[in-house]
């Protein structure tokens, strides 16, 4: 009976909410970590340090947002779905649809490198070294994001035309550029390195420094969120001002003074409305004010995702077309591949 009454009294304070963020994160977390190492060995025999082959797991074709921009484009302009980097397409496309429709769920539920930012939170918090940025400084901060999304924006979508997208599309470099990926980790220059050094340190102190202030993804994300049909609703009246959940928020969304959350920096993770004390004060609603079931939103970005890949796997556009020979022609080039026009 003990038992039950603390798992009853963790499920009103959001526990268990937060729990359920944490294995969905950690599950996708896992799933990338595992096709890391399958890339890494395929990655190896591409290199000839390996006379094993391990097939490549299309979904690293995720880690290549510039490529699957570029491919949006294509795909836009021509209608020809890109078939060198088809997985990597389809998990942008996936994640601009669960951005729309249901927040910034795919940064919330899905994006590893959000859930090692909300690992590293909670050692700070454990630690008490969490500090929150003023205002004055938190603002332009969080505009650093939006400037490296208009400068991707106008980079690909504005200035390049097709002729310059067919040739980077079909480029060695577009070709090779898992690999040149994994090798820029594997072998950080100092500058690199030092920047990764910086990104990891200062997580541990300013709550997801990443992907708070400059993911461009995220902010692209956000963008579309604002559009969607779902928000965080606040009943004024019912509200106690206890402020909880402001202290759950992972965007640090000053929630006491909305009545409605739609702004940018929702990730959608629904901890804000499991932990308030008050019954339906924090409700989640989309069109006319209908009530979604708190439940509901992680299942369906969940539940969307793998319909992008049930999808593409039918119509057979999740696997390349570029054959592994191929590939490994280019991987034993890999240092004499630069950017394409410089």
């Known amino acids: 009976m003990e038992t039950l009454r603390s798992f009853l009294h963790d499920l009103r304070r959001g526990r268990r909410q937060a729990t359920l963020r944490t294995m969905v994160q950690s599950g996708f977390a896992l799933f990338c970590f595992y096709a890391g190492y399958r890339f890494y060995r395929f990655y190896l025999w591409g290199t000839g340090r390996s006379e094993v082959y391990v097939p490549r797991p299309p979904s690293v074709e995720g880690f290549l947002p510039i490529s699957a ?21 389809t998990i942008f496309l996936a994640a601009l649809a669960i951005g729309f429709f249901l927040r910034k769920g795919f940064c919330g539920w899905i994006c590893p490198v959000g859930f090692v930012s909300n690992l590293a939170e909670k050692v700070g918090r454990r630690f008490r070294i969490l500090w929150q940025p003023p205002v004055w400084l938190d603002v332009p901060l969080l505009s650093l994001k939006y400037m490296l999304l208009g400068l991707f924006a106008y980079l690909v979508v504005w200035q390049m035309d097709l002729r310059q997208i067919e040739a980077f599309h079909n480029s060695p470099y577009n070709l090779a550029v898992d690999a040149k990926m994994l090798v820029f980790f594997l072998s950080p220059s100092g500058l690199a390195a030092g920047v990764m050094i910086f990104l990891t340190a200062i997580s541990f102190v300013i709550r997801n420094f990443w992907c708070r202030y400059l993911c461009p993804y995220g902010a692209l994300l956000g ?7 779902l928000q965080i609703r606040r009943d004024r009246a019912a509200c106690i001002d206890c402020k909880k959940c402001e202290k759950t928020c992972p965007a640090s969304i000053r929630i006491t003074r909305k009545e409605t959350v739609r702004t940018n920096e929702c990730v959608g993770c629904t901890q804000c409305t ?3 004390p008050v019954k339906d004060c924090l409700t989640v609603t989309g069109p006319d004010h209908l009530k979604v079931p708190t439940l509901l939103l992680p299942a369906a970005v969940v539940g969307l995702f793998l319909l992008f890949y049930l999808l593409a796997l039918t119509a057979g556009i999740w696997y390349t077309e570029v054959t592994p020979q191929s590939m ?3 991987y034993m080039l890999l240092a004499e591949l630069p950017h394409p026009g410089v």
């Open 69 to 89: 921009l570029v491919g949006l484009k294509r795909f836009v302009l021509t209608g020809d779905y890109d078939m060198i980097h088809p997985a990597g397409l």
């Open 223 to 229: 963008l579309l969120a604002m559009a969607g049909p």
């Open 274 to 276: 499991a932990v308030c």
């Open 328 to 330: 490994k022609q280019f």
